[in-house]
C-alpha cells in the first residue's frame, strides 16, 4: 500500500481511537456491495479475502491478503440488534470479506 494522505489519515484515527477509547473489540464493516434481498451478517471466524475490483487497478493490489479475523459472536450480537429494530437479517457463513474494509484496513 501507498503511504499517502489517505492511508496517513486512517492510521492517525486508529490511533486516536485507540488512545481515547482503547483497543476496539471489533470493527465493523458495513457494505452495500452484495447483490441480495435484506440485510446479511458474515459469521464466520476466518472470511476469505476476495479481489473484488476491476482490472483497472494495479497488478499489487491483487496478491494482498487481509487474514481479518471475523467474530461469530458479534456477529450474533449484530443480528440481534437489527432483530430488535425489525431489520431483516440473515446469518451467512460463506461471506467474504471485500475490497472495500482492505483499503483502509491495511
Known sequence: MQDNTTT?????????IE???????A?????????????????MARPKTIHDF?????????SIQYPAPGSPEVAREVAALLRSQNLSRSMK??????????????
Open 54 to 62: 476491476g482490472s483497472s487497478l494495479p497488478c499489487p493490489l491483487f
Open 8 to 16: 496517513q489519515f486512517w492510521r492517525k484515527l486508529a490511533l486516536r
Open 93 to 106: 457463513a460463506t461471506v467474504v470479506l471485500g475490497s472495500g474494509p482492505i483499503n483502509f484496513l491495511n
Open 27 to 43: 470493527i465493523l464493516s458495513i457494505s452495500a456491495h452484495w447483490l441480495t434481498r435484506g440485510v446479511g451478517v458474515t459469521a
Open 19 to 25: 488512545h481515547d477509547y482503547g483497543q476496539p473489540r
